[in-house]
């Protein structure tokens, strides 16, 4: 199936694709040979977070852009620069703050991807700081950043103990926020909702440490986990935001000849090699990532993975995120169910699927009795349905 690429679009994918090279300035300069809509143009890299690429290859490539759409482009980036900035500078002192404690903690994406992906941290964007720690660590995790001045907000640090309890299992991650500095922070205790898409019981011991400046560093996944988690992470939201993307052609474009099929192979391993497929086909196809042809060819051979992409680019070329549209979703939560085998994935999927926090949270079960809870899906959603429009009134 063929999927329509507006020549906006098509010039976001070239801004987007990295390291800077002829290659993409050529590349740039050719998609924005013929009349553009700029205005178009600026909502597409908006949506898709890519301001800074986007910005960064305009400017080296001389394209001629409206004053004003280059002004307001500059403008942002510049914010991009110094947001970054921050988020790095909180990133090393709550680093700092877990070494002194001795707990294990991994950041994950921001600051140290954006320096492994670009060697610059004011070209990817972030609204937040990702935080893993193992599962038996989370008690004193989460004491050490209430310490260091955060306070949860998702879910509401009212809820019930009880509620608590259910909720452990159905998420992955706490949303915390700080008053003083504004900042965001997610604390995980796993990479993904689904717990059998990826293996991470052996991430903690193969993490690295990324330089930032000077002495400071942050620690994040090692080489293959950081590959197949961010397959994995962009897979599972469909890739409708871009800038998923260009972080793994980057990464597949700085790894050595051979490295496309070696990081191929690692994420396999560890159960998300259809989610890696689907990436490696999206990068050749948009980004111009060379990959060896036999290891096209081999990914091409299952419908399934074809699907996939289609799905993915149908979810990147829509005007708005998938979850504004109208059963926006409904294409990319069934091709979940591709991304992973064997029946323990496929009923965590579903259970997914089927049990919500809202559910939880308007209607606390025991354990013994969750099995009601996608029965009673549709009754809880009228209900909450009901009671929110008399809230109004």
Known sequence: MTV??????????????????????????AAAAEPLDWNLFERIVTRHRVVGLAYEGLRTA???VPALTLEELGNR?????????VLAAEAARLQSLFDK???????????????????????????????????ESLAS???????????????????????????????????????????ELELHWRLLSNPHLMADTTIIASSRVVPLKGTAGLRTLGE????????????????????????VGALLASAPEGGAERLYRAAELRGAGAAAAQAILLCKRLLGTRVPGHLIM????????????????????????????????????????????????????????????????????PKELHFLYPVLRLPLWLWRQVTRRYRLL
């Open 141 to 183: 995790a989460t004491a050490l950043i209430e310490s260091a001045g955060y306070r949860r907000h998702e879910p509401s640090p009212n809820i019930l103990p009880s509620q608590m309890k259910l909720l452990l299992p159905i998420r992955k991650d706490f949303g915390y926020f700080h008053e003083e500095s504004q900042l």
């Open 224 to 247: 293959d986990d950081l590959f197949a988690y961010l397959c994995a992470h962009g897979a599972v939201h469909w890739w409708y935001q871009f800038k998923w993307l260009a972080d």
């Open 101 to 135: 404690a001795a707990l294990p903690v991994l950041f994950v994406k921001g600051a140290s991807l954006a320096m492994l992906a670009y060697g610059n941290l004011g070209l990817r964007e972030s609204k937040d700081l990702d935080l893993f720690v193992p599962p």
């Open 62 to 64: 001389g394209v001629q």
């Open 77 to 85: 980036a510049a914010a991009l620069v110094r947001a970054g900035l």
């Open 298 to 365: 081999l990914l091409r051979k299952h419908a399934a993975i074809e699907w996939l992409e289609t799905t993915a680019l149908k979810a990147m070329t829509a005007e708005l995120e998938p979850g504004k549209l109208p059963l926006g979703t409904t294409r990319g939560s069934l091709s979940s169910f591709l991304l992973g085998r064997g029946w323990r994935y496929w009923l965590a999927e579903l259970k997914g699927h089927l049990i919500c926090q809202a559910d939880v949270m308007t209607l606390a079960l």
């Open 4 to 29: 329509s690429l507006s020549r906006e679009f098509l010039l976001m994918t070239a801004c987007a694709s990295w390291p800077p090279s002829d290659h993409r300035t050529d590349a740039i300069r």
